[in-house]
């Protein structure tokens, strides 16, 4: 077995061999497994059984042989001793016409020549001499001659007292032909088996193939982006282990990129927003940039030229109460420019967030906040307020918070009271704004947002809020107000001052 694979992979190299494997659908290897096995097993069995038929016909053979000659031996002596050669002679055709196997019989005296044979015709040539014939033998001798028909087993039998031998020949035929039908007929059983054997193993291959067939076509369907791909099959082997678990597989990557595709849906909408709220703080800064321009050439340079013409004819005047009267139009015309460039410095930025911290701008941003919305009612309330100071980035953004949700509640709420309560705590500063207005419909505005139409205040505070880790909600409903939650987290606690 081992010689005849060597041959076959000389003759087909591996790598040949292995492309025929990967070719060979796993159906046809399950039975040409099954059929090459049973195949040597039927020729193994069919092997040995016939080298032990043959071993056992050939010894139960030579012993009928010697047990013929023992006989023919043992009823010639008398007729060798009288002479009776017609009996000799009828005594080798009765031996030979009552014993299929027996292809001779002779009798010989003890000078070694032939008294009685079974051959009608003479004695084939050489059969006499095959043979030396041996006086001091005591018991029978066989040996194996080859003929035309097969082997024939030569039976040599002394006679008692040297008086003569018995030659007696058998044939191998019979035994051959039945060890040749028995292995015809094995070999018809190994035949039968190996079409059984494939028989089944066309089953069971088609019952094991069938769910991994199952398997590879929901893997195609999973490779080209069909996730919801799902597999049936039973059972607690294997394959049934190996299903599950390419379904939980196929789940896990279909949530994998149902929350793969939110995320990137949120991002785009994030950097939406973040590119609406860049254009809104370009075009923010040139209307700024404008406002400030015009108020600073309307107003600030407008009251400058009077100053200097008024300081001009001043200089020209000769009446000291004309002149005195004139200084002092000149002085309220100085003090309402620095009240207007000191507006427009604050609202630019308060130097009183940089010098005395967010609650004093606060403050001082609500009166101001206040005394411009006459008929409405802003209250700031300030919990657990720190010695040290909030992070410079923290106070910039809630003030700027608070900036926009105050611009928000006098452009949009028509509200007639404001509270704002700012409670600063070690791990976090959390922010409340809630106004009496109209309100507004939180689930359309969020909508909207998604669309890009959403209100770019509201966008920049959550912005404002995100850029720090921090949370920012919205409660409101038609005609109940709004409340705006914001919570930024602190990197370090401070002492408090009650």
């Given at each position: 077995m081992i010689k005849t694979l060597k041959r076959i992979t000389k003759y087909f190299p591996s790598r040949t061999l292995q492309k025929i494997q990967?070719?060979?659908?796993?159906?046809?290897?399950?039975?040409?497994?099954?059929?090459v096995f049973i195949s040597l097993l039927g020729l193994t069995v069919i092997i040995d059984m016939r080298s032990y038929v043959t071993e056992i016909l050939d010894d139960q053979l030579r012993k009928r042989a010697v047990t013929i000659g023992n006989e023919v031996a043992s009823e010639s002596?008398?007729?060798?001793?009288?002479?009776?050669?017609?009996?000799?002679?009828?005594?080798?055709?009765?031996?030979?016409?009552h014993n299929k196997d027996v292809r001779y019989v002779l009798?010989?005296?003890?000078?070694?020549?032939?008294?009685?044979?079974?051959?009608?015709?003479?004695?084939?040539?050489?059969?006499?001499?095959?043979?030396?014939?041996?006086?001091?033998?005591?018991?029978?001798?066989?040996?194996?001659?080859?003929?035309?028909?097969?082997?024939?087993?030569d039976v040599l039998v002394p006679l008692e007292g040297n008086t003569g031998w018995v030659r007696i020949g058998m044939s191998e035929a019979n035994m051959t032909r039945t060890i040749n039908a028995l292995s015809i007929k094995l070999m018809v059983t190994t035949l039968g088996i190996t079409i059984l054997g494939l028989f089944g193993a066309f089953i069971m291959s088609h019952l094991l193939t069938r769910p991994i067939k199952r398997l590879v076509d929901a893997s195609i369907a999973v490779a080209e982006g069909d996730l919801?791909?799902?597999?049936?099959?039973?059972?607690?082997?294997?394959i049934g282990q190996l299903g599950g678990s390419f379904n939980g597989m196929a789940e896990s990557l279909e949530r994998y990129t149902q929350e793969r595709e939110a995320l990137l849906a949120e991002l785009m909408d994030k950097e939406q927003i973040r590119q609406q709220l860049l254009n809104k703080v370009i075009s923010a800064q040139e209307e700024e940039r404008k406002?400030?321009?015009?108020?600073?050439?309307?107003?600030?340079?407008?009251?400058?030229?009077?100053?200097?013409?008024?300081?001009k004819l001043l200089s020209q005047g000769n009446d000291l109460e004309q002149t005195r009267g004139m200084a002092e139009d000149l002085r309220r015309v100085a003090y309402m420019t620095l009240e207007d460039?000191?507006?427009?410095a604050v609202e630019l930025r308060p130097t009183v967030l940089d010098d005395m911290g967010l609650v004093a701008a606060l403050e001082r941003y609500v009166?101001?906040?206040?005394?411009?919305?006459?008929?409405?009612v802003v209250d700031l309330e300030v919990h657990n307020q720190m010695v040290e100071r909030l992070p410079s980035e923290v106070e910039t953004t809630l003030y700027r918070i608070v900036q926009e949700a105050l611009t928000n509640v006098a452009k949009y709420a028509k509200a007639r009271n404001v509270s704002i309560v700012l409670e600063i705590r070690p791990e976090s500063v959390n922010l409340i704004i809630e106004d009496d207005g109209v309100g507004f419909n939180v689930e359309r505005v969020l909508k909207e947002r998604t669309l890009g139409r959403q209100n770019l205040g509201l966008a920049g505070m959550q912005e404002r809020s995100a850029l720090f880790g921090g949370t920012f909600e919205i409660e409101s409903e038609p005609g109940r107000g709004t409340t705006l939650y914001v919570r930024l987290p602190l990197e370090r606690g401070g002492k408090h001052e009650r």
């Amino acid at each position: 077995m081992i010689k005849t694979l060597k041959r076959i992979t000389k003759y087909f190299p591996s790598r040949t061999l292995q492309k025929i494997q990967e070719a060979v659908p796993l159906n046809v290897k399950i039975m040409g497994i099954v059929a090459v096995f049973i195949s040597l097993l039927g020729l193994t069995v069919i092997i040995d059984m016939r080298s032990y038929v043959t071993e056992i016909l050939d010894d139960q053979l030579r012993k009928r042989a010697v047990t013929i000659g023992n006989e023919v031996a043992s009823e010639s002596m008398n007729l060798i001793l009288v002479g009776d050669l017609i009996g000799l002679y009828e005594k080798t055709k009765a031996v030979s016409m009552h014993n299929k196997d027996v292809r001779y019989v002779l009798i010989l005296d003890e000078k070694g020549q032939l008294v009685a044979h079974n051959f009608g015709q003479g004695i084939p040539m050489g059969l006499l001499e095959l043979r030396q014939l041996e006086k001091d033998a005591t018991g029978a001798d066989v040996i194996e001659v080859d003929s035309e028909e097969g082997v024939i087993l030569d039976v040599l039998v002394p006679l008692e007292g040297n008086t003569g031998w018995v030659r007696i020949g058998m044939s191998e035929a019979n035994m051959t032909r039945t060890i040749n039908a028995l292995s015809i007929k094995l070999m018809v059983t190994t035949l039968g088996i190996t079409i059984l054997g494939l028989f089944g193993a066309f089953i069971m291959s088609h019952l094991l193939t069938r769910p991994i067939k199952r398997l590879v076509d929901a893997s195609i369907a999973v490779a080209e982006g069909d996730l919801s791909q799902r597999v049936s099959i039973g059972g607690q082997d294997e394959i049934g282990q190996l299903g599950g678990s390419f379904n939980g597989m196929a789940e896990s990557l279909e949530r994998y990129t149902q929350e793969r595709e939110a995320l990137l849906a949120e991002l785009m909408d994030k950097e939406q927003i973040r590119q609406q709220l860049l254009n809104k703080v370009i075009s923010a800064q040139e209307e700024e940039r404008k406002r400030i321009s015009r108020e600073l050439h309307d107003e600030a340079g407008q009251s400058l030229t009077s100053l200097i013409i008024g300081l001009k004819l001043l200089s020209q005047g000769n009446d000291l109460e004309q002149t005195r009267g004139m200084a002092e139009d000149l002085r309220r015309v100085a003090y309402m420019t620095l009240e207007d460039v000191h507006r427009l410095a604050v609202e630019l930025r308060p130097t009183v967030l940089d010098d005395m911290g967010l609650v004093a701008a606060l403050e001082r941003y609500v009166a101001e906040y206040k005394r411009q919305q006459e008929i409405m009612v802003v209250d700031l309330e300030v919990h657990n307020q720190m010695v040290e100071r909030l992070p410079s980035e923290v106070e910039t953004t809630l003030y700027r918070i608070v900036q926009e949700a105050l611009t928000n509640v006098a452009k949009y709420a028509k509200a007639r009271n404001v509270s704002i309560v700012l409670e600063i705590r070690p791990e976090s500063v959390n922010l409340i704004i809630e106004d009496d207005g109209v309100g507004f419909n939180v689930e359309r505005v969020l909508k909207e947002r998604t669309l890009g139409r959403q209100n770019l205040g509201l966008a920049g505070m959550q912005e404002r809020s995100a850029l720090f880790g921090g949370t920012f909600e919205i409660e409101s409903e038609p005609g109940r107000g709004t409340t705006l939650y914001v919570r930024l987290p602190l990197e370090r606690g401070g002492k408090h001052e009650r």
